[in-house]
């Protein structure tokens, strides 16, 4: 009110209205260029906008006017204003500079390069040109030419803040590019440089961290991590990012300890920085969740979603809270939420295909791989999950060789080789053959067989696969020789995410020595197998199996297993085993057969991740067995395997050794050591092609930026 009773006043006293309402509307020009330098971008369109009521044609006003829509938001009706300069002034290089510039704001990259092009050409000493054009080629992810010009527009204007914070920029895509294509040393060689224009810059830290993440390095990640923390709000960054080192080092307490740490000191934070809060509160959760406290991250999710009840974040707990808790068909429900607020999330594109695996459905699991690629090219996580998705399709073929032998003299050698060729994600088809010689240094007897075997694997839905093979086996023994039919059959079920049931009925020959192959019995087996874990980290087998022999005798056999999870990573439990046995008739001389046989020990496993390149898996038993009504006696038992995977072969070496009875078909001590070689014979799934056409789908409903 008070310019515009000046300006009345002026008018009044003025003959030379038009003159002094010029001189106001140069002072309004100033508040306008003021506002548009400070980033008042919607103060500055509103001056402009009003002067242009009063000076249409003012070329000036029309070109702030361009820019303070463009910088407010509305990038495309900005094009359009400096379109329309272009008709009138064609050869003004000022808004020409401006018309490239406002392309760059609506995100057309290309065209704006093009213009930026002729614009450097035309001249070349145009800072906001050269500099321009170095954004543009930023965008584009031309990196190595965006930091050419950027690095001229520095010699235009040395040391000149907006260029130096535009080379920043070109550095951190730069590195991340090098990074996805796993050139690490120059990946942090470009972030070097960043820090000698911006000491302990804190994105480009941040950057350099992750990368040390992605190559194990967690001593380097922890040293900038702790680098970072110079202020109150980068301490409670740092210690978000040194929870998730300490996790990388499987030093979960301790993850839990410091995440805990930043949560308290980010209380203070929750109504005035909401990001920061939210950091602390989602590292917190992860660290129960990585430190398997499900009751107590569920109740912090809880009150998370009271407060941001609209929040993606949230989703994202309460999936992952679903997947480490085992209940798969809840984390995939959560992940379809977030995805359905954000399509291009990471967390939830990543996380879905983990989800689908869990549930086995194979090819949604490798479209929700195919679009966290698409969105984030060369992603290591995905990277890994799909070459491990594709390697448990591909074809194999599987020898192996094993010598047994137990304190009865009796001696084996083993040969086999397995064919294995998924069809499908749901059919699998298969061979096996099979060679046996056996015999007793003591006796001189031998016997050899052959068999061979062809069978299927068809997976209905994530809970139920069948499993079917059959087929003949030849024995050739010191005094017989004959054929037999032998085969299996076997349903495998998941009633629940933890718990797996497997029923079904086998028939094999008793081949373990010479005199058994020779006596040509053959054994039915019925059999029940049900493991339940919890989360806990309790968990209970049970198999039960009768088996119905053509000898005319019987067997019952009862094994059951409490163990305890005591570490995930590597896996290692220890637990109790009982196993009973009972023979309707007893044949000692020919095979260990007792009317009643029990065993109790103990016993403690360790092995890592089997997917590794190294890989181990070792077993240590001890206890007391009791046969019929004899004393008791002491039993141990010794399992090993070591093996190691490179490309697409896979070998290892395994160990066994036993004194418990019912280890052999004798009774008593035996051992058995062997070899197994695997060959992905092909380079990529039989069923390649439609897993190609899935990602070409993929891609072509969701594009990169």
């Known amino acids: 009110m008070q310019k515009k009773a000046r300006l009345y006043e002026l008018k009044k006293d003025n003959k030379n209205a038009e003159k002094v309402y010029s001189i106001l509307s140069v002072q309004n020009m100033k508040e306008g260029f003021k506002a548009l330098e400070t980033g008042k971008y919607e103060k500055a369109r509103a001056i402009f906008k009003n002067i242009l009521t009063r000076f249409p044609d003012n070329k000036t006003a029309r070109l702030c006017y361009g820019r303070a829509v463009g910088l407010s938001g509305d990038s495309e009706k900005a094009v359009l204003l400096f379109e329309k300069l272009l008709e009138e002034y064609p050869e ?14 609506d995100k057309k990259y290309k065209k704006a390069a093009s213009l930026y092009d002729g614009l450097t050409k035309e001249d070349a000493t145009s800072f906001s040109a050269v500099l321009g054009y170095a954004n543009t080629l930023s965008n584009l992810k031309e990196y ?32 991340n590019k090098l990074a996805q294509d ?105 660290a129960l969740l990585w430190n398997r406290k499900f009751s107590k991250a569920k109740m912090e999710i809880d009150k998370l979603r009271f407060d941001y009840p609209e929040d ?31 399509e ?26 195919y679009k966290t690629l698409t969105y984030y090219p060369k992603q290591p996580d995905a990277e890994k999950l799909l070459i491990k998705m594709k390697r448990s399709h591909m074809p194999y073929i599987e020898g192996k060789v094993a010598i047994t032998k137990d304190n009865g003299e009796n001696k ?30 003591i006796t001189r007897n031998e016997a050899s067989l052959n068999d061979g075997q062809v069978g299927l694997s068809y997976k209905f839905n994530g809970r139920i696969t069948l499993l079917a093979r059959g087929g003949i086996t030849n024995a050739d023994s010191y005094t017989n020789e004959y054929m037999e039919s032998i085969g299996e059959i076997m349903l495998k079920t998941k009633p629940s995410a933890m718990q797996h049931l497997e029923i079904g009925a086998k028939r094999e020959l008793q081949d373990f020595n010479a005199e058994l192959i020779n006596e040509k019995i053959l054994m039915n087996h019925y059999f029940l197998n049900n493991n339940l874990s919890s989360t806990m980290g309790l968990g209970w087998y049970t198999q039960y199996m009768y088996t119905n022999q053509t000898d005319d005798n019987d067997r019952h056999l009862l094994f059951t297993s409490l163990y305890y999870n005591i570490k995930h ?22 095979y260990f057969s007792p009317k009643r046989f029990n065993v109790v020990e103990v016993f403690a496993e360790i092995l890592n991740q089997q997917d590794q390149k190294w890989f181990y898996h070792f077993n240590v038993a001890g206890g007391r067995q009791f046969i019929e009504d004899d004393a008791g006696s002491n039993t141990y038992r010794l399992e090993g395997k070591l093996g190691y995977q490179v490309n697409r072969f896979k070998m290892h070496a395994y160990g066994k050794y036993s004194n418990i009875a019912s280890s052999t078909a004798a009774g008593f001590e035996y051992s058995e050591v062997g070899v197994v070689l695997r060959w992905y ?17 993929v891609n072509a409903e969701s594009p990169s930026e």
Do not use: C
Not at 316 to 340: D, I, N, V
């Open 182 to 286: 796993k050139e690490y040393d120059r990946a942090l060689a470009m972030l070097d440089l960043n820090l000698v224009d911006f000491p302990n810059d804190k994105d480009t830290q941040l950057n350099r961290a992750n990368i040390f993440l992605m190559t194990n390095d967690m001593d380097q990640a922890q040293k900038v991590y702790e680098a970072l923390a110079i202020s109150p709000v980068d301490s409670i960054q740092s210690m978000v990012g040194l929870s998730l080192v300490a996790h990388k080092n499987k030093k979960e307490k301790k993850a839990l300890a410091i995440a805990d740490t930043a949560r308290t000191k980010a209380q203070i934070y929750k109504e005035k920085n909401k990001d920061v809060y939210l950091m602390t509160q989602e590292r917190y959760v992860q």
């Open 412 to 441: 084996a050698m083993n040969n086999s080789v397995r064919v294995e060729i998924p069809l499908s994600t749901k059919l699998s088809i298969g061979t096996r053959v099979r060679y046996r010689n056996t015999k007793n240094d």
């Open 344 to 369: 291009r999330s990471f967390d939830g594109n990543l996380g879905i295909a983990n989800a689908y695996r869990a549930v086995g459905d194979d090819m949604k699991t490798y479209e929700y791989l």
């Open 92 to 105: 003004d290089f000022e808004i020409k500079l401006n018309h490239a510039e406002s392309l760059l704001w």
């Open 144 to 175: 190595e030419k965006a930091l050419d010009y950027v690095n001229r527009a520095l010699t235009i204007q040395k040391g000149n803040k907006n260029a130096l914070i535009s080379r920043k920029y070109v550095h951190l895509g730069y590195a």
């Open 312 to 342: 993606p974040k949230i989703l994202s707990l309460l999936a992952a809270y679903g997947m480490y808790a085992s209940k798969y068909t809840l984390g995939l429900e959560f992940y379809k939420m977030l995805l359905a607020k954000d």
């Open 569 to 590: 990573t590597p896996v290692i439990k220890a637990g109790v085993n009982y196993q009973y046995i009972s023979f309707k008739d007893q044949y000692p001389a020919l």
């Open 681 to 697: 014979f092909l380079k990529k799934p039989v069923f390649d092609k439609r897993i190609r056409a899935l990602k070409t789908e």
